[in-house]
Nanobody, 123 residues
Framework: VQLVESGGGLVQTGGSLRLSCAASTRIFSGYAVGWFRQAPGKEREFVAGISGSGLTTSYADSLKGRFTVSRDNAKRTVYLQMNSLKPEDTAVYYC?????????????????WGQGTQVTVSS
C-alpha cells in the first residue's frame, strides 16, 4: 500500500490544519491507519489511529479534544483535523498502515509509511 500525505504548512498558534493521507489500494476499507509525528531531535510518536470502517478511533492522551481523525473510504483518504495548534505541535506528520495493527500506538505494527508532511506552528 502506498500512502501520500498532504496538507501541511505554516500556521500561527491557535490556527487549524487538515492533513490528508491518500492510499493506493482499492480495498482501503480493510486497513486501519495511524498518524504519527516526529519533531527534530525527538522520537516518532503516535498521534491518532482509525479502524478500517472508521467506527473506532484512538488518540494520544495529550491530543484528545484538539485533533480528530476521520476517513472517507470511497476516496481512499484518511484525514487528521488539527485545531488550536501550538508551537509544540511542530513536526513532520506521517500516516501509516499495515496488514494487521494490534496496537495503534505500536510503530512496529505498521509496515507502509507515507513520506511525511511538515507542520510548523509559529508563536
Amino acid at each position: 500500500v502506498q500512502l501520500v500525505e498532504s496538507g501541511g504548512g505554516l500556521v500561527q498558534t491557535g490556527g487549524s490544519l487538515r492533513l490528508s493521507c491518500a492510499a493506493s489500494t482499492r480495498i482501503f476499507s480493510g486497513y486501519a491507519v495511524g498518524w504519527f509525528r516526529q519533531a527534530p531531535g525527538k522520537e516518532r510518536e503516535f498521534v491518532a489511529g482509525i479502524s478500517g470502517s472508521g467506527l473506532t478511533t484512538s488518540y494520544a492522551d495529550s491530543l484528545k479534544g484538539r485533533f480528530t481523525v476521520s476517513r472517507d473510504n470511497a476516496k481512499r483518504t484518511v484525514y487528521l483535523q488539527m485545531n488550536s495548534l501550538k508551537p509544540e505541535d511542530t513536526a513532520v506528520y506521517y500516516c501509516a498502515t499495515g496488514d494487521y495493527i494490534g496496537n495503534y500506538y505500536s510503530i512496529k505494527d505498521y509496515d507502509s509509511w507515507g513520506q511525511g508532511t511538515q507542520v510548523t506552528v509559529s508563536s
